[in-house]
């Protein structure tokens, strides 16, 4: 079935580092992608989604990029502060409207 | 607006027996889904509904049932719990007006089947 694959499943950085996550998806009809951010016994938050028709979105230390031809995308974090440490989620919406989750990546920003 | 509520928060089941989570959500969200979060595996989709009275399976429907009789609400039902069914439960919605649309998720329920 379609599917979305997540990795890595854990990252540790220091304070200020840059943290990349990357993912890719099967389903070519995708047209939106969110990824999420889940803290210790939370529910998973948007932090930030891309649309099909746009390569790259940025919102202040947080940036997504798309890439359709390679069905893959990435979230960035840069000057990471140890607020950032969570589990963060990908996601695809397939052509069924179903929304995908990738297995997750555990972040953790050491000061 | 509440957004999306569930209850209960917490639950501890014995195998064999049932019971129903709740879901309601008041942003008339068309779309309501249901996931389970296992460590390592993320949210794998268990039902969703596209409206009321129409429902379908996600990656994981085995062993649960769902209904949409209303917008408001899309309860899961356990109908024997095993012990492989322990898991923390989020429901979610979003509108389907657009094609982009975020997904809202509730607080979660984390049950336990003995």
């Known amino acids: 079935g379609e599917n979305v694959e997540q990795h890595p499943s854990t990252l540790s950085v220091q304070e200020g580092d840059s943290a990349v996550i990357k993912c890719t998806y099967s389903?070519?009809?995708?047209?939106?992608f969110p990824w999420y951010k889940q803290e210790l016994g939370k529910r998973p938050q948007l932090i930030i989604d891309i649309r099909s028709n746009v390569g790259e979105k940025k919102d202040q230390r947080i940036a997504v990029t798309l890439n359709k031809t390679a069905k893959h995308f990435s979230l960035h974090i840069t000057e990471t502060q140890p607020e950032d440490s969570a589990v963060y989620f990908c996601a695809a919406k397939m052509n069924n409207n179903d929304m995908r989750f990738g297995a997750g990546t555990r972040l953790t920003v050491k000061p | 607006n509440a957004g999306v509520t569930q209850t209960p928060k917490f639950q501890v089941l014995k195998t064999g027996q049932s019971m129903t989570l709740q879901c309601a959500q008041d942003?008339?969200?068309?779309?309501m889904s249901w996931y389970r979060q296992d460590p390592g595996m993320g949210l794998r989709l268990i039902h969703y509904?596209?409206?009321?009275?129409?429902?379908d399976q996600g990656e994981v429907p085995n062993g649960y049932n769902v209904s949409r009789s209303t917008t408001e609400d899309f309860p899961l039902r356990l109908l024997s719990a095993a012990p492989s069914q322990t898991s923390v439960y989020f429901c979610?919605?979003?509108?389907?007006?657009?094609?982009?649309?975020?997904?809202?998720f509730g607080p979660g329920t984390r049950l336990t089947v003995l």
């Open positions: 389903d070519s009809a995708s047209n939106y």
């Open positions: 942003m008339n969200h068309e779309y």
């Open positions: 509904s596209v409206g009321a009275g129409i429902t």
């Open positions: 979610a919605s979003r509108s389907t007006g657009e094609a982009y649309n975020e997904q809202f």
